[in-house]
């Protein structure tokens, strides 16, 4: 989440870039899905699905265009400053060249709007990738480029919040009923905390003790920079689709041969709060677009291309509920989808069982030093002053220690990840995919205005470009933080 602009990196085709879209928002969120769906009821939970699929839609067209607006003022100042450049040469040129810097100067004196409508057509094109943080830093004051790191740390925080209770748990649940029945979980079978897992130990002592090895093994890289190598994440993308397409085939020969047990209802309102944040969460991909649209070779059919990734995931994820919700009944549900193939009656290959109930522990343990040492290097930056350099305690010891320590301390307090992943998404989640996206492109539209004149058109503008949607998101994300904290003082309220 740098806040400076990055080479554009290798160049790929539109349709590679609508695979690593999808595989951007399709990830931890989609397991704890099917719980939020059996818990608010099966159409209230398709409409909420459906439509804030469509809001996030709208803020990640607000974020191109946000884009092509920063690239659009980038490229203009390189211009301006060759102009200087030339003119600079020019002062010593001969008697000849005089005619060419007198047709220059009128040139200049012509009204600004009819010198911008002879710039390049590509003026809007998006070639330098220009990341949130440093759109913020054009668009917002001080103020606004503060509340943005603070927006991105706080999510940040949840994200890590989650990986770390998610890994201990899937090790307890699938390691502790091993111990316990030889085929796992059984239908009928509730856990309690307190229930013993090997011996004298406790299934939250068993957690606790993989909450201990998963920060003693992965924390350290918190304290060194490292990134996700391009094999790394072709493996992990190739297991989770894996792991994706045995539960959906699984689930559907359940229901198939009428072993189905999930009754959902209809609606339940109770359960709108979690599926709205789960939902959020699970639409995430505004923060990471600059350097995922980037790239893309062929941005003629960009806004059609992210329509039809967001129309494959709602169906993804409408394919996946949905076969959960008729398959499992509502309250045998568990928080991590994958731990309901723990069963012998879901799955009678015990391969295939470890497989699905240790699938998260792979893929999130490649991703927490990643989403670390993002995290930590926001710290960075928002405590950045100009010239100033941080002390070696501090910049080795302080900011990673702050980076780890309180997600740690979350996850060793709760694991219950619907909670987690709902009240991430519906607060952090609802500043970076509605709030910043909203602010972003009302600012660029006016800065846009004061440099290049009215009537200029981005050739990447939203196609909900009146202000009117800009209003319209604000609003549905204001209303949606007090119906959300109404909710959680109301639920705590009656316990």
């Known amino acids: 989440m740098a806040g400076e602009i990055t080479e554009t990196g290798e160049l790929y085709s539109p349709y590679v870039g609508l695979v690593y879209m999808f595989n951007l928002i399709v990830g931890t969120g989609a397991l704890t899905m099917p719980k939020a769906f059996a818990t608010a009821g099966w159409l209230v939970s398709l409409v909420l699905l459906v439509f804030l699929g469509l809001m996030s839609f709208m803020t990640t067209t607000f974020v191109v265009e946000a884009m092509a607006a920063a690239n659009a003022q980038l490229r203009w100042k390189r211009m301006e400053s060759h102009k200087e450049e030339d003119s600079d040469d020019s002062s010593t040129a001969s008697d000849s060249d005089v005619l060419t810097q007198e047709s220059y100067e009128r040139a200049e004196k012509r009204p ?118 391009k094999y790394l994440q072709i493996l992990t993308s190739l297991m989770r689709w894996i792991a994706f397409a045995i539960m959906i085939v699984l689930a559907l020969v359940r229901i198939g041969k009428g072993q189905g047990e999930g009754r959902p209802p209809l609606a339940d309102f109770s359960g709108v709060r979690n599926l709205f944040g789960v939902c959020v969460y699970s639409f995430m991909c505004q923060h990471s677009l600059p350097s995922l649209i980037t790239p893309v070779s062929s941005k003629r059919h960009l806004t059609r291309l992210v329509f039809l990734d967001y129309t ?136 846009t205005e004061l440099a290049f004149g009215y009537g200029t058109v981005n050739k990447h503008r939203s196609p909900f470009h009146h202000t009117f949607w800009v209003g319209f998101v604000l609003l549905w994300a204001f209303s949606c933080f007090f119906f959300v904290t109404a909710n959680i003082v109301l639920s705590e309220t009656k316990l």
């Open 112 to 229: 600004i709007l009819s010198v911008q409508r002879r710039a390049p057509p590509n003026l809007f094109e998006i070639t330098d990738r220009v990341e949130m943080g440093q759109m913020a830093s054009m668009f917002f004051n001080k103020v606004g480029v503060n509340l943005f790191y603070f927006c991105i740390i706080i999510y940040l925080y949840g994200d890590l919040a989650i990986y770390a209770a998610a890994v201990p748990l899937s090790l307890m649940q699938v390691t502790c009923a091993s111990s316990n029945d030889s085929c796992g979980v059984e239908a009928d079978t509730k856990y309690n905390d307190t229930d013993l897992c090997w011996g004298p130990l406790r299934r939250v002592d068993a957690y606790h003790i993989y909450l201990a090895v998963f920060t003693l093994l992965l924390g350290p890289f918190t304290f060194f920079d490292v990134q996700k190598t």
């Open 312 to 447: 494959l995931i709602l169906a993804f994820y409408g394919l996946l509920s949905f076969t959960a919700i008729f398959c499992f009944r509502g309250d045998s549900l568990m928080d991590m989808y994958t731990l309901n193939f723990a069963r012998c009656d879901a799955v009678s290959l015990a391969a295939v069982r470890f497989f699905l109930g240790l699938f998260p522990v792979f893929t999130i343990s490649t991703n927490f030093p990643i989403i670390a040492v993002t995290l930590r290097n926001n710290w960075k930056t928002l405590f950045h002053r100009e010239g100033g350099t941080y002390p070696w305690v501090v910049d080795r010891v302080v900011f990673p220690t702050i980076t780890l320590v309180p997600p740690v301390l979350v996850a060793f307090c709760t694991h219950d990840l619907e909670s987690l992943v709902g009240i991430t998404g519906a607060y952090a989640g609802t500043g970076i995919q509605y709030v910043i996206p909203a602010f972003l492109v009302y600012l660029c539209r006016k800065d």
